[in-house]
């Protein structure tokens, strides 16, 4: 709730989304779409508190191509300390690492000035504006700038591990 302002400035999935049952639907039908490996929809939570920080994942996977995005969206009391650069670092070579993509896109609205920073920080390539993208549920018009990886290489560094003993 403490993120419900920020979530419906620039999720387009949140329209229409005004109460917890609402929300609890999209978890339930993201939670089957994990099961049917469609999409790969994470949370990250603090070591401390196991309170739910950063909303993060894989989607709109072509198994196929094996292309793959991501994106985020973070707690407002937890913005700005760097947990959305580290999840999505983290992300991004669990696509790679596990899923073996071989393109992992990522965009944002052109105004949404922090979502940028963490894609730059990120060492994303930019690929292109795509004009009148995305309609947000304030209802305006966004032009999306997309960004890729096509490997890890140029990801920062991040001490990660998955699975195993």
């Known amino acids: 709730m ?16 005004e109460t917890l049952d609402e929300m609890e639907i999209i978890v339930r039908k993201n939670h089957a779409k994990f099961i049917l ?11 401390d508190t196991n309170r739910p920080v950063v909303f993060t994942g894989i989607h709109d996977i072509d198994w196929e191509t094996r292309r793959m995005e991501t994106g985020y969206w973070c707690r407002k009391s937890a913005m700005g300390i760097g947990l959305v650069t ?3 670092n983290a992300m991004v070579r669990y696509a790679f690492n596990i899923l073996n ?3 992992v896109a990522i965009c944002h609205a ?6 940028r920073r ?3 920080r990120l060492n994303f390539h930019y ?3 795509l004009r009148n993208a995305t309609l947000t549920p304030d209802g305006k018009i966004h032009d999306h700038i997309w960004y890729s990886h096509t490997d890890v290489n140029d990801l920062p560094p991040l001490d990660v591990t998955w699975g195993g003993p």
């Open 2 to 17: 403490e993120t419900w302002d920020e979530i419906h400035a620039w999720m387009p999935w949140a329209k229409g989304v």
């Open 101 to 103: 993509a071989r393109t």
């Open 110 to 115: 052109h105004d949404n000035v922090k979502s």
């Open 86 to 88: 580290e999840s999505t």
């Open 127 to 129: 690929e292109g504006r």
């Open 118 to 120: 963490v894609i730059e």
């Open 37 to 47: 490996r469609e999409d790969f929809m994470m949370i990250a939570c603090e070591r």
